[in-house]
C-alpha cells in the first residue's frame, strides 16, 4: 500500500513540477523584458507600475472566477506584510539599486544562490528534510547556473571599485526571496495561494509608489514616451512575470515545499540565455549547453525521491 501512495504522489506531482519549470523559465524572460525598459523609466517607477498592472490582473482574475477576497485575521495580515515587504519592495529596491554598481551577469550569479539559501533555511527553521541527494542537487544546480552566467560573456563579471555595495543589495534580493518563500507557509494552507499572492503585491505596490511619491519619481511624460514595446515588456512583467507566476510559485511550495520548489529558480538564467539567443541574436556555446544540462540534472536529484524515475527504486 505504501508503495502504491507514492507512486500516486509522484505521477500527481508532474503537474507540479512542469508548472514551476514554466514559472522560472516566465522569470527567465524577465530579463528580455527588462532591456527594452532599459533607461524608458526610472527603477522605482518601473517597479511601481510593474506591480500595478499585477495587481489589477490579480484583482481582475479573483472577479472574473467570483472569488472574494479573504478577510485576513490580524496575525495573517503581519505576515502578509512581512511577504509585501520583503519579496515586492525590499526586493526590487535591492535588485535595481544593486545593478547600478554591478552588471547583470555579475547580479544573477549571486541571486542563483537562491536554492541554496531557501534549501539551508528550510532545514534550519522548518527541520525540513535535506538529504544528500538535495544537497548534491542544489550544488549542481547552482554550478549549472554558474556556468551558463560566466560563459556569457566573463568580461561582465569584472570589479568596480564599488561592486561591493552592489554585491550586498544583490545578496539583499536572496534574502528577500528566502523570506517571500519560506514564511508563505502557514498563509498557502490557510488563505491559500492565490489570497496569499494577491495580498502580498498590493500590499508591496502601495509600499513602491509610496516610495517613488516621495523620491519624485512619478514621470508621466515618461509613460507618453513609452513605445509599443516598452507597454509589451511592462505587460509581460506584470501579469506573466509576477501575477500569474507568483501564484504558480506559491502554490508548489504548498505542494512539495520550498525546497524542492526554490531549485527550479536555477532555470531562470538558462531561460534567459535561450531567449536572447532567440530574441536578441546573442550566441550559444557549448558551456552554455553543459551548463544548461548540469541545471537539469540537478533539479531532478533534487526531486529525485518522487520523480518518475524512482519508480523501479520504489518497486
Not at 513609452?226 to 509589451?232: E, P
Amino acid at each position: 500500500m505504501r508503495n502504491v501512495e507514492q507512486l500516486h504522489t509522484t505521477s500527481s506531482d508532474i503537474p507540479v513540477y512542469l508548472t514551476l519549470a514554466m514559472v522560472t523559465m516566465v522569470w527567465g524572460g524577465t530579463f528580455v523584458a527588462g532591456r527594452f525598459l532599459a533607461g524608458s523609466l526610472s527603477p522605482v517607477f518601473a517597479a511601481s507600475l510593474r506591480f500595478l498592472l499585477a495587481s489589477v490582473a490579480l484583482l481582475g482574475f479573483l472577479w472574473l472566477a467570483r472569488i472574494p477576497l479573504a478577510r485576513p485575521t490580524p496575525r495573517q495580515w503581519l505576515q502578509l506584510a512581512l511577504l509585501g515587504f520583503f519579496g515586492i519592495f525590499f526586493y526590487n529596491l535591492c535588485f535595481f539599486y544593486g545593478l547600478q554598481y554591478i552588471n547583470a551577469s555579475r547580479a544573477s550569479l549571486i541571486v542563483a544562490l537562491n536554492p541554496a539559501v531557501i534549501g539551508l533555511a528550510s532545514w534550519w527553521l522548518f527541520k525540513e528534510r535535506l538529504g544528500r541527494l538535495e544537497t548534491a542537487g542544489i550544488a549542481i544546480c547552482i554550478g549549472g547556473a554558474g556556468l551558463v552566467i560566466v560563459s556569457r560573456n566573463p568580461q561582465w563579471l569584472a570589479t568596480t571599485p564599488q561592486a561591493w555595495i552592489g554585491d550586498l543589495l544583490i545578496l539583499g534580493c536572496v534574502l528577500g526571496w528566502g523570506v517571500y518563500s519560506l514564511f508563505s507557509r502557514d498563509l498557502n494552507r490557510t488563505l491559500g495561494p492565490v489570497q496569499t499572492v494577491t495580498y502580498s503585491i498590493l500590499i508591496g505596490t502601495v509600499m513602491l509608489w509610496a516610495l517613488a511619491a516621495v523620491r519624485g519619481e512619478l514621470s508621466w511624460q515618461a509613460l507618453d514616451n513609452l513605445g509599443v514595446a516598452q507597454w509589451l515588456s511592462l505587460l509581460y512583467l506584470g501579469v506573466l512575470g509576477s501575477a500569474l507566476a507568483y501564484i504558480g510559485y506559491y502554490d508548489g511550495i504548498r505542494k512539495i515545499g520550498a525546497t524542492r520548489s526554490g531549485v527550479f529558480i536555477a532555470l531562470n538564467p538558462l531561460t534567459a540565455v535561450i531567449l536572447g539567443a532567440l530574441l536578441l541574436g546573442e550566441q550559444l556555446t557549448p558551456a552554455m549547453y553543459l551548463g544548461g544540462a548540469l541545471i537539469l540534472s540537478g533539479i531532478y536529484l533534487c526531486n529525485k525521491p518522487l520523480a518518475p524515475g524512482a519508480k523501479k527504486r520504489i518497486l
